[in-house]
Each structure stands twice: as C-alpha cells, then as structure tokens.
C-alpha cells in the first residue's frame, strides 16, 4: 500500500522540486503530499530492510509445488527486482531530495519500472489462479496457511 501511495501521490514531490527552482509558488496541497512522499519513501526503506534481516534469518518459503525451472527462475528475478528497486528507490529518492540531478531523473525512472513489475506480478498471480490452480494466490495473501 506505500509503494501504491508513493506511486499515485509522488509527482506532488515533483511539482515543488520544479516550482522551487522556478522561484514559484507551492500550495498546501502539494506540500503536504511532498512531506508524505519522503516519509512514505522512509517508511518503505525501514521496512524493507527489516523485511530482508528476516528473510536472511528465516530463509524464503518453498514452493507450492513442482514449477517448471523456468517459472522458478522468473520467480526469483521478479522478486529480486523488487528488491532491488523498493532499496534503490527511497536511496536514490534521498539522494535526488538532498544533492539534485541526475538523482531526480534516476529516480524518476523508478515510477514506470514499478509500474511494469506490478503488472508482470499480477498477471502472474493470476495465471497461476486461474489457469494452474495451484493455491499461489493464497499463498500471497495469507503465507501461513
């Protein structure tokens, strides 16, 4: 749900970042928004951070069942993005609020490789639903059944 919130409100960061340097005017709104993008941007760094430390400590749940290597090696890779880019996101995000270009630009590119990603989770969520049946679904949502 943060990564949802960074996603729809992040441009309001933007929006300040570009009326600052034009010496214009920034309304509450977008200030607000801004504020919550960088704390939200916190927030998701901490968490996964911790996120990792556990998963360092508990290992990666098994499978469901028997994939195909390839669906096991797409696996992995989509989520080692993801953890790739819920890190590098809020780092480079700090980088670009606290020294400027080429940060923000870097950062920026984040919003439609999220996008993309999110798109290919679900779409994979739900062939595996729909089309294998093989409870993965419900794996996601509830992990300890």
Known sequence: MLVLFQLFYGESMT???DAAGEGQLVSA???VLASAHYWVGIAILGFVLLRLILRLVHGAPAPANEEPRWMQLAAHA???LFYFLLLATPIVGLLAFYLGDPWGDIHALNKPAFIILIGIHVVAALYHQFWLRDGTLRRMISPAR
Do not use: A, L, R
Request: hydrophobic share 20%; net charge negative; charged share 10%.
């Open 15 to 17: 929006g300040i970042v």
């Open 78 to 80: 989509s989520h080692g």
């Open 29 to 31: 709104t977008d200030q």
